[in-house]
């Protein structure tokens, strides 16, 4: 039994001494068989939200009204959730009312696929009431059920399919994908912000390519934002980049990902899918960086302009689709700049004037932009005598 178990054991036991049912479940079950690194250690019992504060002297209601406990113990936390039973779901998302029940089947069957519905007792014997230790062993990911119905409850699940594609290059089982495909149009019923964290895993996940293509043949595509009649543009996204190569961050899987689109507005594109301010700046210069590469070589301004790790994961991209790349000469004329920012030039605005008597405004704006990039272009050293005697030409 792997170590973050171990230590949660004794949770169990206290569980169990009040004589209670608990379990490990859910995901860090399917990673510990796969030998996978394990994240959060997830607790179902059936003792109820009341019962386990009865239990425990340190809890925190953080989704009590769904069954949800934390429990303070030792060094670690735990998330500790009654057996339940979900009612209608309303929005293809959320239940409309959640049963607190005493049996793990009824609980571990509202599960979204055989291989998470997984669970483990203290003794380290699993209970299998799917068949999801047959479907770990054939690589296969296959719903809890009827496919239909799952996908009905909760459209993420869609995603979260072809996002655990990605992650552990399994293959889908055949009425599983096609109920994924049939439900595909739930999407549009989900919130951006959540199909967005599991594209965004899918593309840094390293079999990428094989939920990509799940996806594409699900068009699904057709039901994400500004994704309508994709096919073509994500297929060449496959087809541009080499077979090995992976994402080394989510900056530049969705650069590609807009590059393949030909998506001319980049902040636009991105604020549809809900994403943050910086998120959406990075993107667009990795975007801008990689087109002027297309035209040519990078110039200081260049180097100067954009963050030398967008630059060379732009180069990355390059180098995947077989282009020539430039890394060297970009490194060498990066380290070469006599300043990096703005703010390592040695004469301010705030300089000009308190001692030269300069105003603010718009032409003070103008002559320091003119410093700055004479300092850059290497015309103009960083020196006080040097710029200031700059200035005296430029104003005459």
Partial sequence: MPSEFQEALPVLEKIKEAGFEAYFVGGSVRDALLNRPIHDVDIASS???????????RTVDVGIEHGT??????????????FRTEDVYVDYRRPSQVS????????????????????LDQNGEIVDLFNGLADMKNRTLRAVGVAAERFNEDALRIMRGFRFQAGLDFDLEELTFQAMADCAPLLEKISVERIFIEFDKLLMSPFW??????????????????????????????????????FSSSEQAWAALLLALRVKDVRKFLKHWKTSNEFQKRVNQLVAVYEIRQERSLSKRDCYQYDLDLILQAESLRQAAGLPVEFEAIEATHAALTIHDKHEIVVTGSHLI???????????????????????????????????????????
């Avoid at 003792?47 to 002297?57: D, G, L, R, S």
């Avoid at 670690?76 to 009654?82: K, V």
């Fill in 209 to 246: 390519r094989k939920g990509l293509e799940s996806l594409i043949k699900a068009a699904a595509y057709d039901f994400l934002p500004d994704m309508k009649d994709s096919a073509e543009a994500l297929q060449e996204l496959l087809d541009s980049l080499e077979e090995e190569f992976r």
């Fill in 100 to 119: 607190f029940v005493r049996s793990l089947e009824e609980d571990l069957k509202r599960r979204d696929f055989t291989i998470n519905a997984l669970a």
């Fill in 47 to 57: 003792a109820y939200p009341e019962e386990i504060k009865t239990i425990f002297h």
């Fill in 354 to 396: 308190r001692d030269y008597g300069f105003k603010p405004g718009p032409e003070l704006g103008q002559i320091l932009t003119k410093i700055e990039l004479a300092i850059v272009d290497g015309e103009l050293a960083n020196s006080k005598e040097e710029i200031m005697n700059f200035i005296k030409e430029q104003v005459g």
């Fill in 69 to 82: 406990v934390l429990v303070l113990e030792g060094q670690g936390e735990y998330e500790i959730t009654t």
